[in-house]
């Protein structure tokens, strides 16, 4: 959609492109207000405590003993029955801040952008440029807007750069105005203000923050990324089995070093047949003078 540029003199000097994305989106009550409860919530100090009856000053005596007195039992004066006794169960330092999805957070910001630009509200202004910090230049432009009355401000929402020094010394003292950057804007501000006033530089800025494009293409990046390692993998794979396969008739020789071994062993076999050779010709020496025993025998005996 297209809407009108205005400088600060109420003068049409242009148009620019608004996208749909952003400024086009249907008004949704319970998303804007959850993120309204949750900004209020996350501003609580949470520092609200009351005393205790540990904490109320005070004797730890029994007034009176338990029977016999005919009146009702007491145990403390800082009893929370007594005057200027601890409070029960009163409010304690807690922390009231709790965190809401970013997605949630633009979508409510979209939508009550949207609704104030349906309602004719918002005004984008082609530069904020004044040239020395005054209040009455700056009531005059907003007068010149047809933004505030005689008696009467209108709430206004300025969306600029914070760098711009004289419009932030020429507005703190205008009543219900504030300025701010497209980086600190936040519903609470939106909601409260009536008119909201934007500059053409921050409405770039605004619009790359809260374009749904900007979260659904991280997303597609980061599912995008597990896709591309595997073929990675896959490539480094083949590349390394087309190196390997040269390199395949290097590795038959460390096949062929089992039978070198077996070679080894066989010939470490024979030591223990020399062993046994030796005990042959051992035994044989012994059969062999056995004879000569019995021959000396007979011969000692054909003597006699």
């Known amino acids: 959609m297209n809407v009108k540029i205005l400088n600060l003199q109420n003068k049409e000097v242009g148009?620019?492109?608004?996208?749909?994305?952003?400024?086009?989106?249907?008004?949704?009550?319970?998303?804007?207000?959850?993120?309204?409860?949750?900004?209020?919530?996350?501003?609580?100090?949470?520092?609200?405590?009351?005393?205790?009856?540990?904490?109320?000053?005070?004797?730890?005596?029994?007034?009176?003993?338990?029977?016999?007195t005919g009146r009702a039992r007491i145990a403390s004066i800082r009893s929370p029955l007594w005057k200027g006794g601890g409070n029960v169960h009163g409010p304690q330092p807690r922390d009231w801040s709790y965190q809401m999805p970013k997605k949630m957070r633009r979508g409510a910001?979209?939508?009550?952008?949207?609704?104030?630009?349906?309602?004719?509200?918002?005004?984008?202004?082609?530069?904020?440029?004044?040239?020395n910090p005054k209040?009455?230049?700056?009531?005059?432009?907003?007068?010149?807007?047809?933004?505030?009355?005689?008696?009467q401000t209108v709430k206004t929402l300025i969306i600029d750069s914070l760098d711009n020094a004289n419009l932030i010394l020429s507005s703190r003292n205008v009543p219900k105005t504030k300025v701010t950057n497209s980086f600190g804007l936040n519903i609470y501000d939106i909601i409260y203000h009536e008119k909201l006033l934007i500059s053409k530089a921050a409405l770039d800025e605004l619009?790359?923050?809260?374009?749904?494009?900007?979260?659904?293409?991280?997303?597609?990046?980061?599912?995008?990324?597990?896709?591309?390692k595997p073929k990675a993998k896959k490539a480094a794979k083949s590349d390394g089995a087309a190196e390997e396969s040269p390199a395949t008739p290097v590795e038959k020789p460390k096949?062929?070093?089992?039978?070198?071994?077996?070679?080894?062993?066989?010939?470490?076999?024979?030591?223990?047949?020399?062993?046994?050779?030796?005990?042959?010709?051992?035994?044989?020496?012994e059969t062999a003078k056995a004879p000569v025993v019995e021959e000396t025998k007979q011969e000692a005996t054909d003597n006699e």
């Open 109 to 131: 910001l979209r939508s009550a952008l949207s609704e104030r630009l349906r309602e004719g509200n918002l005004l984008i202004i082609d530069e904020f440029g004044f040239q």
């Open 255 to 285: 096949k062929e070093a089992k039978p070198k071994a077996e070679k080894k062993v066989k010939a470490e076999k024979p030591e223990p047949a020399a062993e046994s050779a030796d005990v042959q010709a051992d035994s044989a020496d």
């Open 135 to 151: 209040t009455s230049e700056f009531l005059k432009a907003i007068g010149g807007l047809a933004l505030g009355e005689k008696k």
């Open 15 to 68: 148009d620019v492109e608004l996208l749909d994305a952003v400024f086009g989106v249907e008004l949704n009550e319970a998303l804007i207000h959850s993120a309204v409860m949750n900004y209020q919530a996350n501003g609580r100090q949470g520092t609200s405590a009351t005393k205790t009856r540990g904490n109320v000053s005070g004797s730890g005596r029994k007034l009176w003993k338990q029977k016999g």
């Open 207 to 228: 619009s790359a923050l809260l374009d749904p494009k900007r979260e659904s293409g991280k997303m597609e990046e980061i599912e995008a990324t597990p896709e591309a």
